[in-house]
């Protein structure tokens, strides 16, 4: 079976390479170094599994810049290109999303196409109508950053969403999740079977109560600073509530990254004419904590400021919507001057601010150091350290 897949992110490289180790696959991508790289067997994006699986060279798998000829004569073409949130029109840039779909359409009317891109509540059923088709079904992804193959080999479920009343299209949806799990090295993994839209739905609830979880411990963690309150010992004691548990509780600076800030706005977005006052406190929530953390580091009154990596979480070289990002521009309009270490910016600025790549010059000139997460790294210079970070890791 041939199956390709758009975008080669987190996202469409993992689905790429569990599908790839039975069935021949096509990884399109519009960045000439990414396919490079994976035919050179190395990962352009930092994941443990990715680069193991990559460099075991037995898979069936292509990279490549050809869409056209990636999806002719697919039998499935996974959409897993980004859907960046548009604040001005309050929605997803869904554009890239429909640029493969008419792409397909032009060169492959049979190929039933899967979008995994995070989308809006009803835009599946919105495109099928606009397309003439109901050939396009929905799989959301539940995957952390740097660890999106190991998620996709070791699911929490699987979920395939296909046009309300359409048997073929549940056929197809049916086969796809069978896809998915025969890919997979568990064995036992939760299938569930719906409508495209209850499948939108999922991804865009599940992101906005992990962001909420996010949220909670933070404003836990602002309270006991502002009351001189040990947060571990709380968090503890609350924690061994089964219901509650002691996972996804480690305070940050906010949360951030590729999906929650994103996902947390569109479904705020979807709420339009719908009561609520969660889903709005939960966006609201990340800018206080961001202003609370700010708000510590200048009574410390720094001249200059070190931050300490940019990225999200630990173990990632990504830092889009990270939430340190947010930390820094409240610094910045304050009038504090920002260095940076971090050994995945190769360049000697960032966004005007300098990049100092040796780390005993970057703790010299720092009067704080700013971190999100810490590591060993930071051991001997614990006494310039801000962060909220108690559990070391995400």
Known sequence: MKIAV???????????????????VYAVDVIEERVRMIHAGKSPLADKEIEEYLAKGTLRLTATTDAAAAYRDAEFVIISTPTNYDEKKNYFDTSSVEAVIELVRSV?????????STI??????????????EQILFSPEFLREGRALYDNLYPSRIIVGSVPGNERMRAAAERFAGLLKEGAAAREVPVLLMDTTAAEAVKLFANTYLALRVSFFNELDTFAALKG?????????????????????????????????KDTKQLLANYDNVPN????????ANATRKDFVAGQILEREPKVAGIY??????????YRQSSILGVMERLRAKGVELIIFDPSIAEDTFDRMRVVHDFDEFCELSDVIVANRIDDMLRGVRDKVYTRDIYFRD
């Open 6 to 24: 758009a975008g080669i992110g987190y996202v469409g490289l993992s689905n790429a390479i569990l599908l790839a180790q039975h069935h021949e």
């Open 108 to 116: 492959n009317q049979e190929a039933v196409m899967v979008i995994k």
């Open 120 to 133: 809006p509540v009803g835009y599946t059923a919105s495109v099928c109508e606009k397309y003439g088709t």
């Open 229 to 261: 309150l040990d947060t571990k010992q709380i968090i503890e004691g609350i924690g061994y509530d089964a219901r509650i548990g002691m996972h996804y509780n480690n305070p940050s600076f906010g949360y951030g990254g590729y999906c929650l800030p």
């Open 277 to 284: 006052n969660i889903m709005g406190a939960i966006v609201e």
């Open 309 to 318: 990596r940019l990225a999200m979480k630990a173990n990632s070289d990504n």
